[in-house]
């Protein structure tokens, strides 16, 4: 709508503006209404993290952790999807605030998962560049650590390809943020910038190979490539590989075989809240278990 308007504008000249303004206030009006309910949700904590589980890849596939996601919905405008939000919140700066409460959260949730007997090893959080460019990133990263008790190693940063090129001094936060025992991953990993020279200068520990390469198992000989390719890359520098959007045994066959470390989607879960993930996990567990102490030649 307002793409057209734009145009109507444009063709009608001044006269034009009549025509314009309604439509583009309307255009304004949900945009200031949507930061304004953001805000308010992130103020009250309003907002809500599910957990999608991980696995990893061995001669049994096992949970090996999750990756906090963050989810909104507002009583006026109904479920906001993160796709739609999230931008928002990076636009307006609401980011900061909303980042530094799912770093909390995420990290406190593990921990009572630990204290129920859930040995869940780690939690993935992702992180944008306006937190990356604060200069007490570092320090909130070390305080949510400290209040919820979590060992460094416990706790995993996604961080995508654009904003490592966009962050100046990305190297020396992440270098910091490295020594304190905190893993790595540069998340959506081939839909970014082009470059992979700058992944030797990272201290980063996992690449993860967007869901859209993993869709096209099976249907695209190019997207296969690129995986084995990825896959091939991280095992010469020393990288995990975890394969995100995993939905089909056919994928899980060929990625296997690839020799990906890890994989996530919704044919292991899909993102659950923490009860919901507690229980998941559980039998999961109890599934890989199982299936361990079953001789192969009996599987
Ligand atoms: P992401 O970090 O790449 O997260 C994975 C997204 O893929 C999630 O979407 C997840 O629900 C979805 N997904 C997982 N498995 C499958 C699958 O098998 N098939 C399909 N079709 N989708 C799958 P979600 O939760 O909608 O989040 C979208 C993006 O929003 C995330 O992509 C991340 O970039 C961003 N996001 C979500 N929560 C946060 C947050 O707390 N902070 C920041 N900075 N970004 C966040
Ligand atoms: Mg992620
Ligand atoms: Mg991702
Ligand atoms: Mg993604």
Not at 27 to 49: M, Q
Request: net charge negative; with cysteine; glycine share 8%.
């Amino acid at each position: 709508a307002a793409d057209t308007a734009m145009y109507q504008a444009k063709k009608l000249g001044r006269n034009g503006y009549h025509f314009y303004a309604p439509e583009m206030t309307q255009f304004a009006l949900d945009r200031v209404l949507l930061e304004r309910l953001l805000h308010e949700a992130v103020v009250n904590h309003g907002l809500k993290l599910n957990y999608q589980i991980k696995m990893s890849v061995g001669s049994v596939i096992r949970p090996c952790g999750a990756e906090a996601l963050a989810r909104w919905s507002s009583a006026q405008l109904g479920v906001v999807a993160p796709t739609k939000f999230i931008p928002v919140a990076e636009e307006t700066g609401i980011i900061v605030d909303l980042g530094e409460w799912v770093l909390r959260t995420a990290c406190h949730q593990l921990m009572a998962w630990r204290t129920m007997g859930a040995q869940v090893p780690s939690i993935s959080v992702n992180v944008s560049v306006r937190q990356l460019e604060r200069p007490d990133f570092v320090a909130v990263v070390q305080s949510a650590l400290a209040e919820s008790g979590l060992p460094a190693d416990g706790l995993e940063l996604e961080i995508t390809e654009s904003v490592i090129m966009r962050v100046g001094n990305a190297i020396a936060v992440l270098q910091a943020l490295h020594n304190m025992g905190v893993r790595l991953s540069v998340d959506d990993f081939g839909t970014g910038y082009s470059s992979l020279a700058y992944l030797k200068l990272l201290p980063i520990q996992t690449l993860k190979i967007d869901r859209s390469f993993v869709a096209g198992i099976g249907e695209n000989a190019g997207d296969e490539s690129i995986i084995q390719a990825v896959i091939g890359l991280a095992k010469n520098l020393g990288l995990t590989t975890v394969a995100e959007g995993v939905e089909t045994p056919a994928q899980i066959a060929f990625l296997r075989q690839a020799g990906a470390g890890e994989l996530q989607g919704f044919f292991y879960g899909e993102p659950l809240n923490a009860d919901g993930f507690l229980a998941h996990w559980r039998h999961a567990q109890a599934q890989a278990d199982a299936q361990s102490a079953v001789p192969d030649h009996l599987s």
